[in-house]
């Protein structure tokens, strides 16, 4: 009779996101961190957080993402707040 042979497969995966610096990047004050931090435009944050602008529009609305709006009335969503949400903290 014949043996049955039994292969187990793992993958692992890490995600990755890296951030430059550059002129799309803003720094500014996020009174919720109390600190000088990253300032990203909704389409950024949703980027970086492999997210849709209208979920980071309704994390912002629940006050689970920390933001400011510029005199223009753009919104600008703190990345420290990104990452902690992405990261589940």
Partial sequence: MGRKRRIEITVETDRVTIIRSDRNVLRGWCQRCG???????????????????????????????????????????CLNSVTAVTSGK
């Fill in 35 to 77: 600190e000088q931090v990253s300032m990203l435009t909704v389409d950024q944050a949703a980027s970086v957080a492999c997210l849709t602008p209208r979920t980071i529009n309704s994390l912002v609305e629940a006050e689970r993402l920390h933001f400011t709006q510029t005199p223009e009335g753009s919104l600008l969503v």
